[in-house]
């Protein structure tokens, strides 16, 4: 592969995020914005992770098809149901989340709202 080849990053397309004890922050997200092939999202014990961040997760709406949270203790309700938005998605995991205080309201404003998404909350 030649240099030039290498160094052309438009041809290639990010479909994949997992991220494990990272030191994500809502600005981070931004750079979400023109990311239009994200199918699959992990984010496990990122301690900056918050209602802001899964807010921003709109940016891949349209592509986004799995996403699993788990142990993120800045998470609120609020933050589980700006989830709802995330109308491409097909499984959402959601585990460990001990800030979100009312998970039966949260998960089922989620299923109705994400009528075609296999919803697991722990």
Known sequence: ME??????????????????????????FEHLKNCEHIKKIRLIACHFLNDQCLNKLSYVKNSLEFLEIRSSFLVHNKGILSLSQLNNLKTLILADLPEVEKKGECEAALKKALTNCKIVFE
């Open 3 to 28: 240099m030039e080849e290498l160094n052309n990053y438009s041809k290639y397309k990010l479909e994949e995020i997992f991220a494990q004890k990272a030191g994500l922050s809502y600005l981070g």
